[in-house]
């Protein structure tokens, strides 16, 4: 079973900064990587899928990059309204089995 | 825009079994790329993948779940389930559906807001 780690645990950034999140897949896993951001009260939200490709509506700041095992989420300038928790996600091509990372949580600094 | 929302006991007996529902609205299930999840999130932990059902009738589960998972759908009625047996205390959680289709592979990009389950006698 792919294991996901993601680093760092809780990330402390100020408005404006960059913030930027890793997950390291236990084995090449392609480019099958999905990023997550989750708010309290609010419905998890898909940012990224296939490494890098930006789900609908998601805005320019979020980009994800990586392919085998190493991933990572860049915000490139951050908003108040991104200070959330993101997870990695893996998924197989088929059966689509799918793995989440811990969490990263990004807080205001 | 599809909306899901989940629907449960709250409060289950461990040793008992939980059912839960999802309600699929604005979009319909009969969509030949739809595939519908569940995911759970223990309180200030992670998320879990439990299984996934596609609209062609195909389901897939957690290995360390998959004894005691079953996922369906009804798709007259437009609704997704989940039923998981022998419950303990670890299977305390929010319980989230997900939805996606084929052009996004096999992520998840319409959420429920989650039904919180507690085991507890």
């Known amino acids: 079973e792919i294991v996901m780690t993601q680093s760092p645990a809780t990330l402390s950034v100020s408005p404006g900064e960059r913030a930027t999140v890793s997950c390291r897949a236990s084995?090449?896993?392609?480019?099958?990587v999905a990023w997550y951001q989750q708010k309290p009260g609010q419905a998890l939200r898909l940012l990224i899928y296939d490494a890098s490709t930006k789900a609908t509506g998601i805005p320019a700041r979020f980009s994800g990059s990586g392919s085998a095992a190493d991933f990572t989420l860049t915000i490139s300038s951050l908003q108040s309204e991104d200070f959330a928790v993101y997870y990695c996600?893996?998924?197989?091509?088929?059966?689509?089995?799918?793995?989440f990372g811990q969490g990263t949580k990004v807080e205001i600094k | 825009q599809v909306q899901l929302q989940e629907s449960g006991p709250g409060l289950v007996k461990p040793s008992e079994t939980l059912s839960l529902s999802c309600a699929v609205s604005?979009?319909?299930?009969?969509?030949?790329?739809?595939?519908w999840g569940w995911i759970r999130q223990p309180p200030g932990k992670g998320l879990e993948w439990i299984g996934t059902?596609?609209?062609?009738?195909?389901?897939f589960y957690n290995s360390s779940l998959q004894s005691r998972a079953t996922i369906s759908v009804d798709m007259s009625d437009s609704q997704v389930f989940l039923k998981l047996t022998s419950l303990t205390a670890a299977d305390t959680a929010d319980y989230f559906c997900?939805?996606?289709?084929?052009?996004?592979?096999?992520?998840?990009?319409?959420w429920g807001h989650g039904t919180l389950v507690i085991v507890s006698s």
């Open positions: 059902i596609f609209s062609g009738g195909a389901i």
């Open positions: 084995q090449a896993v392609g480019r099958n």
């Open positions: 996600q893996h998924y197989d091509n088929w059966p689509p089995r799918a793995t």
């Open positions: 604005g979009a319909s299930m009969r969509t030949s790329s739809s595939y």
């Open positions: 997900a939805a996606g289709d084929y052009n996004i592979r096999w992520a998840f990009d319409v």
